[in-house]
Each structure stands twice: as structure tokens, then as C-alpha cells.
């Protein structure tokens, strides 16, 4: 039994609210696509669930407070995320992360009519710093910058991707 978006949604919120969690842890959208709790990017091969952890989609909008969540709680994020909708959710590259870009945007530098109630401020990638050790890359929603200075027990915002599966080319006739 596959679990709902708001069922996944409130688990995810939980864990970012309960004690256990803070411990230890691209082109146009059709109308079907913006009822939906995840936009897909296919010509990146990516699907992204449309609001922060935190989050709940209700068929129109994300409701609720984004969490702020440190890079082991995020990580706790992607497991649940996979284990409850399945697939391999996960948090994306900074190069990922780039692609929701909205230059043209006012602060959050993000297409709101996607991705509503986006926080205007650093979400987590999955990117290590390979000049800083043991920092990661972020993306601010406000600027459209990244930065790489980010220890892991800092808290920043999370959205998660997965991949798209790939779709097979049929076989040439015989």
C-alpha cells in the first residue's frame, strides 16, 4: 500500500518537529501537472516534489511552516521520503538545485505557480565543497546564489528530487 502525498507530507513535518528528528538526525506546466504534489522535469529526467519538507500539498497550494533541518535530519528526510512514496527521493546536486531558478522572479527566485511558498532563503544540495572540507553547497532562494560554506549541523531548507526512470527506445524492426 503506497502512501498519500499528505500522508508523507505530515510524516515529514513529525520528524522535522519531534525530538528524534532534531536528536538525531523546467518548461511549461499542464494544468494536470499543477493539481499534482510533484512537477516533473523530463527533459532533465527529474521529478521534484513541489513544496519544502514541511510542507503538505492540498491540491492547490503548500500549507504549513517549511522546517529548517541540519544535514543529518535532511538525510532522515530522504529515507522516509523513499520509504513512504517510494523511489529514490533524495536531496538534489547544487546543479539541480540551479535549475529551479527564476532569474526574471522577485525573491523567492523561484516560478511560484510550481513551487508555492518556497522559502526565500538556502536550501541543502547534496554537493560537497571539494576546496572546503566537510562543507556542502546551498542554494539561496532570495539571491540565486549558491554558497559552499555550509558545516552539516547548520540548518537550511530542504526539497527533494528523484530520478525519472528511463524510458526504453523500442527495437528496431527485423
Not at 498519500?4 to 513529525?14: D, E, H, K, N, R
Not at 560537497?128 to 553547497?137: A, L, Q, T
Amino acid at each position: 500500500m503506497r502512501a498519500t502525498p499528505y500522508f508523507v507530507a505530515v510524516w515529514l513535518l513529525l520528524l522535522a518537529a519531534s525530538p528524534l528528528g532534531r536528536a538525531q538526525t523546467g518548461g511549461e506546466a499542464t494544468p494536470t501537472q499543477l493539481k499534482q504534489f510533484t512537477i516533473r522535469d523530463r527533459p532533465r529526467g527529474l521529478e521534484w516534489l513541489r513544496c519544502s519538507v514541511g510542507q503538505v500539498w492540498n491540491g492547490y497550494t503548500c500549507i504549513g511552516n517549511a522546517r529548517m533541518l541540519t544535514l543529518d535530519e535532511a538525510r532522515q528526510a530522504e529515507m522516509l521520503a523513499r520509504n513512504e512514496l517510494g523511489g529514490g527521493w533524495r536531496l538534489p546536486t547544487v546543479e539541480e538545485l540551479g535549475t529551479l531558478i527564476c532569474e526574471s522572479c522577485k525573491p523567492p527566485k523561484i516560478d511560484s505557480r510550481l513551487y508555492p511558498n518556497t522559502m526565500a532563503a538556502p536550501y541543502w544540495s547534496s554537493s560537497k565543497n571539494r576546496w572546503s572540507i566537510g562543507r556542502y553547497w546551498t542554494l539561496n532562494f532570495y539571491t540565486g546564489h549558491t554558497f559552499g560554506r555550509n558545516a552539516p549541523d547548520m540548518a537550511r531548507y530542504v526539497r527533494l528530487v528523484k530520478n525519472l526512470p528511463q524510458r526504453q527506445e523500442a527495437a528496431p524492426p527485423r
